[in-house]
């Protein structure tokens, strides 16, 4: 049988490696995770396992393939030992030319990981060749064979339920409390400034885009789950959970009777109906994220194109009130095109609607989104290079747009803002101040508050992924 390792740098259980994992374990084959930010004793760790294969997860822009070639290069490959490098997720989905070219890598994995990996591990099992693997691009000496892509997996009950074990030895001795879960994958809406719509593009023609595990998979799972790990809290992290009224239907019939746990899940503003709210209540949600973006319409619209209206967002925080469901709202600041009063309206209309909690990042440009095309088109924002990004979104942008600075502050303070009306003359004036570590510790302290408040992370946890992760941030 074959065996794999993965690495990653971020202090997170990854939905995408425990699929993979399962996938993989369900035919016999070896898999294991390193979770480590530092490169040495990830290195050492791998010398010690030898696997067949080192595999690592890599976003765009967030310092994921830099940390993956650091590890690689570390291994220093050897006639005596030399394992196969995948690289998957959505930087060698969006930029497979760039991964594949360095000679470190071996082989790019597109799109979903779990059979064209099932297949590599296959044929490396049988010492077959795996060169023309659908969905992998390979390294054959000085030459790169580019395969077709891989369709979408069909049927998503077809996967077995994630492998939680994974991460046994970080996370599930002393869970957080709370589990993250997939109910499906996909989004139907095309938001120019979300990875969503470009890779929905991209797997035009491969298969139906937005797919749903059928309701009984998914109580099959959080039941598994329930009885593991007893969490108090489900996050299902789809892109739009509330996507398909009937299956919705279903779900928080099924849900309320069998799970019974509360939960949390994404929406957006024109979904929520009456109907929709009833359901979700009735089966215990706690909360609700729904992007609102930006408080000017022109900018949420025309720009982004989030198509949803004020009114949208005021009829659906009406009615999430109206059935006891909290909701947090997802803003960014800092779009190019953006003033301080927009930014401001987006404070304004965040109180208007009673906005329960506000989740608020940095916009930034990340390369191949539609709306950084846009930008780059408009002369908005000029051409960036990857490794011009910080590792986060929470901290400062390279957008040398005229009112930046005010932006990056009024980001740090916007909890305070919103919370405290009173505030806003002081802090129109501190905005205009230099950045600094006071905005910069009310801004972590805000966020603590709201993963402890509504994504109901434990304060232990908080502080322990807070710090391994904030190395990202002060980097
Ligand atoms: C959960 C989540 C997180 C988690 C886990 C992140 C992660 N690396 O998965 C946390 C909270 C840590 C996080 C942080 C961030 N996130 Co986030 N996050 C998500 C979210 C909501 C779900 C991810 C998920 O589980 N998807 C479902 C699984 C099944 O898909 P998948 O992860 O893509 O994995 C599949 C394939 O990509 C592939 N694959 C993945 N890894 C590997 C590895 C190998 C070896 C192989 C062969 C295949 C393979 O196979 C998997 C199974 O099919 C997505 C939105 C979304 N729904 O995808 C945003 C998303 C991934 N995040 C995003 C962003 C911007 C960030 C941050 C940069 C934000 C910040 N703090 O500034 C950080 C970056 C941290 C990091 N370096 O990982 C963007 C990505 C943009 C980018 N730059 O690449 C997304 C797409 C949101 C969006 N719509 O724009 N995030
Ligand atoms: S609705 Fe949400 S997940 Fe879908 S494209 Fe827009 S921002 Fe992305």
Redesign the pocket.
């Given at each position: 049988m074959a065996s794999l390792v993965?690495c990653q740098?971020?202090h997170?259980p990854?939905?995408?490696?425990m699929?993979?994992s399962a996938a993989l374990k369900a035919e016999g084959h070896r898999v294991e995770l390193i979770m480590n930010r530092r490169v040495d004793p990830v290195v050492e760790e791998l010398k010690r396992l030898e696997p067949d294969i080192v595999?690592?997860?890599?976003?765009?822009?967030?310092?994921?393939m830099a940390w993956a070639l650091e590890v690689i290069a570390g291994l220093e490959k050897s006639p005596d030992y030399s394992p196969l490098v995948?690289?998957?997720?959505?930087?060698p989905?969006v930029f497979p030319e760039e991964v594949i070219t360095s000679e470190l890598v071996d082989i790019a994995?597109l799109?979903?990981?779990?059979l064209?990996?099932r297949e590599l591990c296959r044929c490396i099992d049988q010492g077959k060749d795996f060169k023309g693997i659908k969905g992998l691009w390979v390294r054959d000496g000085n030459e790169i064979v580019k395969n077709p892509p891989a369709d979408l997996?069909a049927d998503l009950d077809s996967l077995p339920f994630v492998d939680r074990d994974l991460y046994q030895k970080y996370f599930y001795r002393n869970h957080h409390g709370s589990i993250?879960i997939?109910a499906g994958?996909g989004c139907p809406f095309r938001c120019r400034f979300?990875?969503?719509s470009l890779v929905a593009g991209m797997y035009k023609g491969q298969g139906k885009f937005v797919r749903k595990h059928s309701v009984d998979y998914v109580i099959d799972e959080l039941l598994r789950i329930k009885e593991r790990y007893s969490p108090h809290l489900f996050r299902f992290?789809?892109?739009l959970f509330v996507v398909n009224r009937a299956w919705l239907k279903e779900f928080c019939a099924k849900y309320r009777e069998r799970v019974g746990i509360p939960f949390i899940c994404t929406a957006r503003a024109d979904l929520i109906d009456e109907e929709n709210a009833r359901l979700l209540a009735a089966a215990g949600v706690i909360g609700v994220c729904v992007g609102l973006e930006s408080g000017n319409e022109r900018i949420r619209n025309d720009l982004l194109k989030k198509r949803i209206s004020d009114d949208d967002l005021k009829k659906t925080a009406e009615i999430l009130h109206t059935h006891g469901i909290k909701f947090v709202t997802m803003n960014m600041l800092g779009i190019p095109g953006e003033s301080v009063e927009d930014a401001f309206a987006t404070i304004r209309l965040n109180r208007e609607i009673e906005s329960d909690y506000v989740w608020h990042?940095v916009f930034?440009p990340?390369p191949g989104l539609p709306i950084t095309e846009v930008l780059e088109g408009k002369g908005l924002i000029p051409s960036f290079d990857h490794e011009n990004f910080d590792?986060?979104?929470?901290k400062d942008s390279p957008v040398g747009t005229p009112e930046i600075n005010e932006l990056i502050n009024l980001h740090k303070l916007f909890f305070l803002a919103f919370k405290f009306p009173r505030l806003e003359f002081l802090i129109r004036k501190l905005i205009k101040l230099p950045s600094n570590i006071i905005f910069e510790l009310i801004f972590m302290l805000s966020y603590a508050w709201l993963e402890i408040r509504f994504f109901k992370v434990k304060l232990r946890s908080i502080a322990r992924l807070g710090f391994m992760n904030l190395r990202?941030y002060y980097r």
């Open positions: 993965f740098r971020v997170y990854l939905l995408g490696l699929s993979i595999g690592f997860s890599t976003l765009i822009a967030s310092g994921d995948v690289i998957g997720g959505l930087y989905t994995c799109g979903e990981g779990e064209p990996m997996i993250d997939l994958r979300c990875y969503n992290m789809d892109e990042s930034l990340y590792t986060t979104y929470f990202d």
